[in-house]
């Protein structure tokens, strides 16, 4: 602790730095995103459900629960399937949703796949749970749709607007763009990293994005109270050094 309040970091000074850092880092994220994209999972694309019942329920437990899926999972990842969702049920029943495919032989894929998956399956648990019977197979649409995206952007705008108004009769009208920007900011620095680093994009990302931002304007309004705080008890001082 003592090291670092004996230092005098020109931090603000050199403000002109980190923002060419935040620049370059969000103009190659944003880059890749145009020319990529973003590695969307099953949440946003949709897919195709498989549903499979086991002859003998699973009986252990939540631990024999856990051991199958993990078992299960590692024989989808075996067929370059990782991207999947599998859940079980009512303790014999075993769901699980593959990506879609776009082209035309989707159907003839999404079928070779329930053949490799039950094949995979039998050899896994037939011993242990009896025979595996496919119950059938649906398409299904993403759980992110185009109408949730747009709600969510039309959300995010809202709060920025609201946001703006808030911190503008708190504090000034400059300090609200600054806490806006800020916001923006951050957003762009994750979503260019997901994009640049592939990470496959759920349910779990919106969840993590939305903690973000709200860190990311508490920690704002923090520090306009210490800057508020600080230019009063240094009048005249430069902002810097507030």
């Given at each position: 602790m003592d090291f670092f309040r004996r230092q005098n970091w020109d931090i603000v000074g050199k403000a002109w730095l980190w923002l060419g850092l935040s620049a370059v880092t969000i103009a190659i994220g944003m880059t890749w995103w145009a020319i990529a994209g973003l590695n969307?999972?099953?949440?946003f694309t949709g897919g195709v459900l498989l549903r499979?019942?086991?002859?003998l329920p699973v009986s252990g437990g939540r631990a024999e629960e856990a051991q199958?899926?993990?078992?299960v999972r590692s024989m989808l990842s075996e067929h370059r399937l990782a991207k999947t969702q599998i859940q079980l049920s009512g303790g014999n029943q075993l769901f699980v949703r593959v990506p879609a495919r776009g082209d035309e032989e989707g159907a003839?894929?999404?079928?070779?796949?329930?053949?490799?998956i039950h094949a995979g399956l039998g050899k896994l648990f037939g011993d242990k749970y009896g025979g595996i019977?496919?119950?059938g197979s649906e398409?299904?649409?993403?759980?992110?749709?185009?109408?949730?995206r747009d709600q969510a952007l039309a959300?995010?705008?809202?709060?920025?607007l609201l946001i703006l108004i808030y911190i503008t009769v708190r504090y000034e009208f400059r300090f609200a763009i600054a806490a806006i920007i800020s916001l923006l900011h951050d957003v762009a620095i994750i979503v260019g990293a997901v994009a640049i680093l592939r990470i496959e994009l759920?349910?779990?990302?919106?969840?993590?994005?939305?903690?973000?931002?709200?860190?990311?304007?508490n920690d704002t309004v923090v520090i306009f109270d210490r800057i508020r705080e600080n230019r009063k008890l240094r009048r005249g001082a430069p902002f810097a050094e507030a």
């Amino acid at each position: 602790m003592d090291f670092f309040r004996r230092q005098n970091w020109d931090i603000v000074g050199k403000a002109w730095l980190w923002l060419g850092l935040s620049a370059v880092t969000i103009a190659i994220g944003m880059t890749w995103w145009a020319i990529a994209g973003l590695n969307l999972g099953i949440d946003f694309t949709g897919g195709v459900l498989l549903r499979y019942q086991f002859d003998l329920p699973v009986s252990g437990g939540r631990a024999e629960e856990a051991q199958l899926l993990g078992q299960v999972r590692s024989m989808l990842s075996e067929h370059r399937l990782a991207k999947t969702q599998i859940q079980l049920s009512g303790g014999n029943q075993l769901f699980v949703r593959v990506p879609a495919r776009g082209d035309e032989e989707g159907a003839t894929a999404a079928s070779e796949v329930e053949k490799s998956i039950h094949a995979g399956l039998g050899k896994l648990f037939g011993d242990k749970y009896g025979g595996i019977t496919v119950v059938g197979s649906e398409t299904v649409g993403p759980i992110v749709g185009k109408q949730l995206r747009d709600q969510a952007l039309a959300a995010l705008l809202l709060g920025c607007l609201l946001i703006l108004i808030y911190i503008t009769v708190r504090y000034e009208f400059r300090f609200a763009i600054a806490a806006i920007i800020s916001l923006l900011h951050d957003v762009a620095i994750i979503v260019g990293a997901v994009a640049i680093l592939r990470i496959e994009l759920d349910t779990s990302f919106v969840a993590a994005l939305l903690t973000i931002i709200g860190y990311s304007i508490n920690d704002t309004v923090v520090i306009f109270d210490r800057i508020r705080e600080n230019r009063k008890l240094r009048r005249g001082a430069p902002f810097a050094e507030a």
